[in-house]
């Protein structure tokens, strides 16, 4: 059993930039898939960043490229999502979400993803 457990959202005004941590312990952390997704309030949830296993590919949403940068720590077992230039749009709540494979076929959708965290607000004001 995985339990991911996200950490690091907060309050920030717009421009300003937070790192999200996940740490997922249970399993081998390095050998599969990771991803970033968020859920604002009366919306779906929504892909925001993935990362391969080995963390050579990456994938983002169109509206965070260039402001938000996913990596991993094999060694730590941890997930990160740095964002910076935050926008109020960026509001949600924001889910760290583990697979069983190394490589995603899709990404961005979200039954790809088999373990999923409780989530950590990310609040930015204008």
């Known amino acids: 059993q995985v339990q991911p457990v996200e950490s690091g959202g907060g309050l920030v005004q717009t421009g300003g930039s937070l790192r999200l941590s996940c740490a997922a312990s249970?399993?081998?952390?390095?050998?599969?898939?990771m991803g970033w997704l968020r859920q604002a309030p009366g919306k779906e949830r929504e892909f925001v960043a993935a990362?391969?296993?080995?963390?050579?590919?990456?994938y983002y949403r169109d509206s965070v490229k260039g402001r938000f940068t996913i990596s991993r720590d094999n060694v730590k077992n941890t997930l990160y999502l740095r964002m910076n230039n935050l926008k109020p749009e960026d509001t949600a709540v924001y889910y760290c979400?583990?697979?069983?494979?190394?490589?995603?076929?899709?990404?961005?959708?979200?039954?790809?993803?088999?373990?999923w965290g409780q989530g950590t607000q990310v609040t930015v004001s204008s």
């Open positions: 249970g399993r081998t952390f390095g050998n599969y898939a």
């Open positions: 979400a583990v697979s069983r494979v190394r490589t995603l076929h899709q990404p961005t959708e979200p039954y790809e993803y088999n373990y």
């Open positions: 990362i391969s296993w080995s963390g050579a590919t990456t």
